[in-house]
Nanobody, 127 residues
Framework: QLVESGGGLVQAGGSLRLSCAAS????????MAWFRQAPGKEREFVAA????????NYADSVKGRFTISRDNAKNTLLLQMDRLKPEDTAIYYC??????????????????????WGQGTQVTVSS
C-alpha cells in the first residue's frame, strides 16, 4: 500500500514536499514515480527515480523546480516542489514498478509499468 501526504494550498512561488509511505512493500525493490492529474486532464508523468536511487528523470514542465528522492531506510519516496506555479495544481500520485519490469527505460514516463498506486494528495497553487 502506498500513502501520499504533504499536499495542500500554497501561493505561487512557494514550496511543498510530498511524501509517499509504503506499507507491506519494500520501496528499495521498486522503481518509483510521481504522476499528477488536473481536472479534465489525463494523468501525466512528473518524475521517476530508479530502484537504486541513482537515476532520476523529470517532465520538462517541472525540471529545475522539483526534486525526487527516496529514503529506502524509511521506506519513503519524496517530492520536493519549489517555485510552484498555478499550473502545478493537480492530484499527485506516487506509483511503484518492480525493478525488473521489462522495458522500464522506455516506458517509465507512462503509467504502464507501475503496478501499485497511492490514493493521491491534492496540491493547489493559487496565483
Amino acid at each position: 500500500q502506498l500513502v501520499e501526504s504533504g499536499g495542500g494550498l500554497v501561493q505561487a512561488g512557494g514550496s511543498l514536499r510530498l511524501s509517499c509511505a509504503a506499507s507491506g512493500r519494500t520501496l528499495s525493490l521498486n522503481n518509483m514515480a510521481w504522476f499528477r492529474q488536473a481536472p479534465g486532464k489525463e494523468r501525466e508523468f512528473v518524475a521517476a527515480i530508479a530502484w537504486s536511487g541513482g537515476v532520476a528523470n523529470y517532465a520538462d514542465s517541472v525540471k529545475g523546480r522539483f526534486t525526487i528522492s527516496r529514503d529506502n531506510a524509511k521506506n519513503t519516496l519524496l517530492l520536493q516542489m519549489d517555485r510552484l506555479k498555478p499550473e502545478d495544481t493537480a492530484i499527485y500520485y506516487c506509483a511503484a514498478a518492480p525493478r525488473l519490469v521489462p522495458d522500464y527505460r522506455s516506458t517509465y514516463y507512462t503509467p504502464r509499468p507501475y503496478e501499485y498506486w497511492g490514493q493521491g494528495t491534492q496540491v493547489t497553487v493559487s496565483s
